[in-house]
């Protein structure tokens, strides 16, 4: 019953801390760009600001465009509370492995893009269109590299794939560093980051996560900034806790987690520098160079999975 | 409860659908009133003596009052049997309480109901003697009975020149199919020495003549199932036919061709062989793939969901190969979660492919539409249809909690086990596969956003949509029952897979005795290290939070305020300014453009207006039917010229034929 | 095998070797020249570090040479003529259109699955890490053929010739730690000499057919009556 307590405080961490990983990347990047930039807590009191404010809808939109915030939020969630974020004695993550906290983004994508769908402009079947063309590319990348994570774990519950990386002494393998990329660059796609999608833009020819959500004010559009700041943070707690799990607690002792949550702010704050960096350094990409973009992922999924059969299992 | 009152009941469920086609032929007000609540007892029945199979287990035979004089008909009824039974008998209880409200908006029209009753009723006994049956004679009789009961369905709208050809085609199709099929009796047969089933088992067969029976059966009950590249008839065929006969023809017919295929394989070839296991994986890869990306470009609902079959069919396929493969290498327990997982997306399938087609017959029924262009809005319409047909693209979408998602997840699982194969080349292809049906679930996602959002969501393109009313309350219970049961197998796996253990532990001698080892909250195929799923817990969660989220942010006379929608400061939006199914699938069709071919421009029509015109076409069509199609006129134009008109030169012909036959003969 | 019974450096070498798979790859969809001359480059760089790599670990003297030799060459030395080309033929903003870069892509996998399949009994008869990199080798070597299949520009074509060479040079190394030092070198100068002519070649090309295309080539047919 301990380790549920902890996984709901865990995951209650998720939501505390989604929207401070934002505000740390666009701090970061303001810096870059020689700006002062607004205060890293500002997306806290964005939210604050939007769930304080009335909510709008248009008359044409029907009962699910109501629902879609909650259920996208919940489903993020859910997803997140099942990654280990401090400890890897979780039970959410017996509960949901890896192929389910796929199907969760999976669930959330389906009601955002559908919302978008439900208001008589183009601006939201726009965006649907455009979610799901590169989420249909991002997926298999993204299954493809959590593949060769679990076949060298022999298991797609996170928590374990973490304490086996733990086990022993640290060695290299061609196939998480191949995994590893193709997880970058579906984590970028997925998040709707530059070069795939800018999340700082309302022009209508490069938009895609914001297209659907334009419709959407007040608590609604809290609840749904929200969802996209999780899953940012998801994904970054994927990458940082299954690549570099080294400080994470496997057993809920305070030391340990303490240890942990310093050790995970550090690699969070790091891993948001690259972040900045490489927006500041890149450019958007035309909608059809993204393709492009995620074969490399494809690939590079694929070819990690290729090594693991050919250079690590050998005959 | 026995297995031999099982097979009583079994019998009781054809005699019920017999009975049904019989009654259909009574004037209409018996008609009315009989038939249908005697089809839907048949389904009940059909049920109730396959779940009682499956807790039972156990193996009941009889003898039918028919066939030839040396060979009675055998039915038998065993685990496997009842499986399928049991799928045939849930959707059609649902079809049966769907079917009298949605058949009364064709009362009046020109086409005969008491046809339609008939050869419902037809279709149904004759699935269900496909799964009964136990020797190779009465299993293509049957066989014949489905697929021409089928076939005269399909003509039911014979008014169409287009209606027409589909169903010669399916004809044609069945016909070779099950030409095929019988060629593979036949080599069991001449080895085995008998036409019984169980003569058959005990057939010995060397690699080669196992591989050619093997191949005769794929090819047969491949066609049967729409597997690429045999699939172009279905998406012509299942869609013509009533709403509710195409939920039991892609729901149901096409399982009946994978009971097939299972019988025929696993049961009566017994040994399997790795090759087997890599074609049908490739062919049930390449079936998803395509399936879903034709599924996509397409703008008729019912079309749509009839491609959309093909490519479940793959990944039932993709299941069947991994088991198939894993068998043959020696590792019977992955086989066996392989297995299982084909077996629950069978299942799944059943229900959700049925419930969308019911749901599509809605709104055919209510707006007279088939076409996705012209519609919109139907959520504010027709809310409970709506919401059926949301769970249906969930559970089809394979997103949890809903059952499409178990049955992915157990074909993952099984294909992350191929770590423990032996050769290498294999163990990189089933990765490969792995992210085929990835790709396949993302684009199953794609195609059910579109559907939903085209038709559902934003507002009517056309004014039959506008006007589009409710349907009524029996054939709203026909879809809440297959909305329900999507639900009930997707928060409940540990359960129905328990149920399901039966048949792998007959067929492949073992169950997956992990399954339900750390109670019934947790999914544990293997072990609990190695993957577990909470579905209840999930589903709870998902639910809890929902209502607390509700509660928390939603809570109090915090109302929404209406408005118009931004228009940018231009001209307010209209219906015809939403984004189009064609426009949706744009960017897909751009990058997976070599698979279809695709004519599209900007003509100018005689009135001088300009418009944009888009074609998709099926690759098959021109790879593989066409040649043949040329090929076979080419034959009959060389068989032609024997009908010179002269009796004289006929009878030549017969006495040359006759004395090569003589000859042949001594 | 089993990753933890390697030595780090052993693991370092897989990594790499692993890296020289994906440099293929680059070099295969890689539209722009330059940047393709730069992948090449890279490989070569890579190829480079196996060899120093395995010298280190077995205790090959003579391999720290090949590595030297490999890393001057085909790191240095070959980009930066081909670049210097490049730029005289003015073709250093030139980009490529390859149809169907994903069908070229998933033929590559295919080969990289096929040569594993190759090597296999070369695997099985002994077991050394290294053998599990001449499966490595061996795609390099096809995935450089199939560039040259699908390549239309005469320097492209040039690229995957050399990373066939690469190919083999690693599966020099990694199969029999290295060919004698004799052979070596006259690869390496084989390659070198070859590079010359090659420049040589481009310039005759294109003063002949006015472009670097190789499709174009087919006007040097004798076949008359197909003329474009």
Known sequence: MAAWGFALIQSLLYLALAPLLVGWVHKVKARLQNRRGAPIWQPYRDLYKLFAKEARMAHTASLLFRAAPYIVFVATWLAAAAIPLLSTDLPTAAMADVIVIAGLLGLARFFLALAGMDVVTAFGGMGASREMFVSALAEPAMLMAVFSLAMTAHSTNLASVVEYQLLGEPFLRPSYLFALAALVLVAIAETGRIPVDNPSTHLELTMIHEAMILEYSGRHLALMEWAAQLKLLLYAALLVNVFLPWGIAQSIRPDMLGMAFVLLVVKLALLGVALAVSETLLAKMRLFRVPAFLNLALLLALLGLMSHVILEVGA | MSITLALQLAEGAIGLA????????????????????????????????????????????????LGLPWLPWQVRLDVLSGFFLSIIGVVSFAVGIYAPGYVRGFEGGKDSLRVLGGFTGLFLAGMMLVVLADDAFMFMVAWELMSLSSYFLVAWHHDSAANRRAAFLYLLMAHIGGLSILLGFGVLASFGGGFTFEAMRGASLSFGWASVAFVLAFIGFGMKAGLVPLHAWLPEAHPVAPSHISALMSGVMLKV???????????????????WGVAVLIVGSLSAIIGVLLALM?????????????????????????ALLFLAEGHPLIATLAFVAALYHCINHALFKGLLFLGAG?????????????????????????????VGSISIAALPPFNGFVSEWLSFQAALQAWQLEGGVLRSIVPIVASLLALTGALVAATFVKVYGVAFLGQARCRAVRRARRVPLSMRTGQGILAFLCLLLGILPTFFIDLINAVPREILGQGLSQVSAHGWLWLTPI????????????????????????????RGARRVRLGDAWDCGYAPPTPSMQYTGTAFVQPIRRIFGLLFQISDGVETQQDGRRRYYLQ??????????????????????????????????YLGWTLATLLLLLWLVV | MNMALLSLLQQLIIVLAAAVMFSSFVLLGQVRLVAAIHAFAWQGFLVAMVTALVAASDGHGHLYFSAILTLGLKALLIPWMLHRQVRRLELDRHRESLSHPALVIMAALGLVIFSYWLVLPLVQAEMQFTRNIVAVSLAVVLIGLLMMVVRTQAVAQVLGFMSMENGLFLAAVSATAGMPLVVELGVAFDVLVAMVLFGVFFFQIRESIDSLDVDRMNRLTERTGDEP
Do not use: C
């Open chain 2, 18 to 65: 017999l009975l049904s086609a019989l009654v259909s032929f009574f004037p209409a007000t018996i008609r009315r009133r009989v038939a249908m609540p005697l089809f839907t007892l048949s389904g009940l029945v059909a049920l109730a003596a396959g779940l009682v199979t499956l807790i039972n287990g156990g193996v009941a035979t009889a003898q039918l009052p």
């Open chain 2, 257 to 275: 061709a994978v009971y097939g295929f299972i019988r025929f394989v696993f049961d009566l070839i017994g040994t399997v062989h790795w090759q």
């Open chain 2, 298 to 322: 397409q703008n008729d609902l019912k079309r749509l969901l009839a491609y959309s079959s093909v490519e479940n069919l793959g990944i039932i396929f993709i299941g069947l190969g991994l």
């Open chain 2, 362 to 390: 809605a709104i055919l029924h209510s707006a007279n539409e088939r076409d996705l262009e012209k519609m919109g809005g139907l959520l504010r319409r027709m809310p409970w249809t709506g919401f059926f047909f949301l």
């Open chain 2, 527 to 554: 072990s609990q290290q190695t993957a577990s799923y909470g579905a209840p817990l999930v589903a709870m969660i998902l639910f809890v939070a929902l209502v607390l989220g509700l509660w928390l942010v939603g």
């Open chain 2, 616 to 649: 998709v076409v099926d690759r098959a069509w021109g790879l593989l039917y066409a040649p043949i199609a040329r090929w076979v006129e080419w034959s009959s134009r060389q068989v032609v010229r024997l009908q010179s008109g002269s009796i004289r030169t």
